[in-house]
């Protein structure tokens, strides 16, 4: 069975950066990645970025410019580049993405997995 975890989260102060990463772990063979969400306290998940499988993404318009999603294809992991982080920032962070597992020559899917979440807090 495979997973998402997150990690990368933390404490920073205004203005300053993060990188957070998704790995896909276990016994997959490879994940597509889907995007980034985020859930402040209070508030529903929120759509922060997404990448389709020919490398398009879309951003959040409170975040555009300074938010970056990418991917590493041979590593099963995706990334979310933060710059200029703002106090609204602050939330829970989640990936999403499907996960590929392969038996021989057959491929299987478990679609739209979430990884457990990272804590990121934006704070002077």
């Known amino acids: 069975q495979g997973q998402l975890v997150e990690s990368g989260g933390g404490l920073v102060q205004p203005g300053g950066s993060l990188r957070l990463s998704c790995l896909g772990s276990?016994?997959?063979?490879?994940?597509?990645?889907k995007g980034w969400y985020r859930q402040a306290p209070g508030k529903r998940r929120e759509l922060v970025a997404t990448m389709t499988g020919d490398g398009s993404t879309n951003y959040a318009d409170s975040v555009k410019g300074r938010f970056t999603i990418s991917r590493d294809n041979a590593n099963n992991t995706v990334y979310l580049q933060m710059n200029s982080l703002k106090p609204e920032d602050t939330a829970v962070y989640y990936c999403?993405?499907?996960?590929?597992?392969?038996?021989?020559?057959?491929?299987?899917?478990?679609?739209?997995?979430w990884g457990q979440g990272t804590q990121v807090t934006v704070s002077s």
């Open positions: 999403n993405a499907d996960l590929v597992y392969k038996l021989g020559s057959v491929k299987f899917y478990e679609y739209d997995v």
């Open positions: 276990g016994n997959i063979f490879s994940i597509n990645a």
